[in-house]
């Protein structure tokens, strides 16, 4: 029977939150929106939306090298869709929907305020953002974005360190969930290493938005306990996780302390190597 396979695909929280998103959405949408719908990491919206299109919830369409899923036209599968829409209530978000604060409250909270903010900047700018940058024909560098809870310590070691390594190939910036001030341990450190930040401001994600940026990585170099609550840069942009701990959370001495940070900063700047000898070498192949 149908209505069983329905409920069971649907008894999970995920599934359930992308079902009715694209019930409330009317059009086609990919992993990539989604996840920033959900405020989900893709591969957890992927595995939903192939679930729900084995139960014969979804349908797919391919445009171009993305992928859109959207609700089926059977009226059985319609009428779930409102029943999703009215019983499965979300309240209104509490923070901004542009990766600025966190939902709190119940699971899908925030789902509808994102969907509204996901389809409005669709509409705003319909050209996939696989090549930033040139939008303007100034800079068509690759961009690379670093995102933590705070942007006073872990994505800034990245960011100078990117620059550093890397010259001119790269534009990078760093940017956090809620901007505190520079760790002064990390300024100490970054100072030995020839590069001053003394001078330099902390940033929100929510103001990059608004600036109407846009990157090729945003790279979350968040602790693993933390990650959840990192900002969620709008776009299909390549994600990719650098879990490190938090200096925040470093004690001892202020010695003991900065030695902590030291080494937290050997780790990054071995881990952005990594990354820049990545980048040569896909430029050779």
Known sequence: MKTVEYLKALADETRLR?????AEAGVGLCVAEMADILRKPQYAVSRSFIE????????EERQGKFVYYAVVSD?????LGIWALQNCRCGEAIRNPDGSGSPGGEPCQYDSERLRWRLA???????????PGEKD?????????FVCIHN??????????????????FVVASAGLTPGKLNPHVVAVLQEDGIDISGK???????????????HWVVTVCSREAEENCPVFPGPVRRLSWPFPDPAGFTGSSDQVRAQVEDLARQ??????????????????
Request: overall charge positive.
């Open 52 to 59: 729900l299109r084995k139960a014969g919830l979804l349908a």
């Open 18 to 22: 992308t079902f009715r998103a694209l």
């Open 201 to 215: 401001k902390t940033q929100a994600v929510a103001d990059l938005f608004r600036r109407g940026e846009t990157y």
């Open 121 to 131: 900047l669709r509409e705003k700018d319909k050209t996939p953002i696989t090549r």
């Open 75 to 79: 009226s059985a599968v319609q009428t």
């Open 152 to 169: 006073s310590a872990r994505s800034q070691l990245a960011e100078e360190y990117l620059r550093q390594l890397a010259g001119e190939r």
């Open 268 to 285: 990054i700047k071995a881990r952005v190597q990594q990354f820049v000898a990545q980048q040569k070498e896909k430029e050779i192949l």
């Open 137 to 145: 024909g100034l800079d068509s560098r690759p961009r690379v974005l």
